[in-house]
């Protein structure tokens, strides 16, 4: 009898002991997902009560994280409200740093990511193109905003196209306007009869473009077709990519003083617009 006795209490503490261990199992797995929830709960309600809206620029080849300095200051004398400017370079090894700083209360900042590999030519931009991918993740994640607007200056106009077509679309964020400055679409070449790969993989993909956005394509024109570096007809060339598959499609031409390729992002009337037209109005009441 004493033996059954034995017996019944063993295996009744090893019964608490197994209901007392899947407690504890439920209680901390109940205690995960509480606060695995609750912190995407608190990520969610960030990104949709953000206010943040960035300008990301993109330089063009041979350019640093640095070309926009000048542009920055110009728009910072004459806008009541003052942008922070930040910094992004990527490195060929997938390392990215940051200099600068975004302002607390600043909705607005400007954004640059330059690249390590700043190199011309298709291969180099679609390499570019999977960088600025990576920084725009690693941003995005950061500040949390929703909805930003870009610029790209030469070749920073075709990583900007090459991102939106291959990779905006995984990400809940929209981009508002896109401002492009002397980007050769078509590379060097003057007319559509010679078209460049690059230019006939762009059209080819077009419809994962985003329906919603407003593009300009400003183009320089130190004489009649070209701005020196940039044939005129390169620059049109964006609208086989953009018109018609975008909201609005608006193409500006510049002329007069710093209408050269590389003086155009500091050219006034390039300031002025990106006052009018990319940035957000700001309410002055």
């Known amino acids: 009898m004493k033996l059954v006795k034995l017996k019944f209490k063993a ?29 995407n709960i608190d990520q969610l309600t960030k990104w949709r009560n953000s206010r943040l809206s960035p300008v990301i620029m993109v330089p063009g080849s041979s350019a640093t994280e640095n070309r926009f300095d000048s542009l920055v200051d110009k728009l910072n004398e004459t806008s009541p409200v003052k942008h922070s400017l930040l910094k992004v370079k990527v490195y060929s090894s997938g390392k990215i740093t940051y200099s600068g700083s975004i302002r607390a209360k600043d909705n607005e900042p400007v954004i640059v990511v330059g690249f390590e590999n700043n190199q011309d030519g298709y291969e180099n931009i679609k390499k570019q193109a999977k960088f600025f991918d990576m920084a725009f993740a690693q941003l995005q994640n950061r500040y949390n905003f929703n909805n930003y607007k ?30 492009t400055l002397g980007t050769p679409y078509n590379f060097n070449e003057a007319t559509l009869s010679h078209k460049t790969q690059m230019l006939a993989d762009f059209i080819k993909s077009k419809k994962k473009l985003p329906t919603s956005l407003n593009v300009y394509s400003i183009a320089g024109t130190e004489d009649y077709d070209s701005d020196g ?55 002055t009441n």
């Open 11 to 39: 295996w009744r503490w090893r019964d608490h002991g197994l209901l007392l261990v899947v407690l504890l199992l439920l209680v901390f797995l109940t205690s995960t997902a509480y606060s695995w929830t609750r912190e």
């Open 229 to 283: 570096l940039v044939p005129l007809g390169s620059v049109e060339a964006g609208k086989y990519i953009y018109q018609g598959q975008v909201q609005h499609y608006t193409e500006i031409t510049v002329t007069g003083g710093n209408a050269q390729h590389s003086d155009l992002p500091q050219n006034q009337q390039i300031v002025s617009l990106i006052q009018t037209d990319l940035l957000d109005k700001v309410d």
């Open 150 to 179: 870009a610029f790209g200056h030469s070749n920073g106009g075709l990583i900007l196209t090459a991102f939106l077509e291959k990779y905006a679309s995984q990400y809940d964020v929209t981009l508002k306007r896109l401002m």
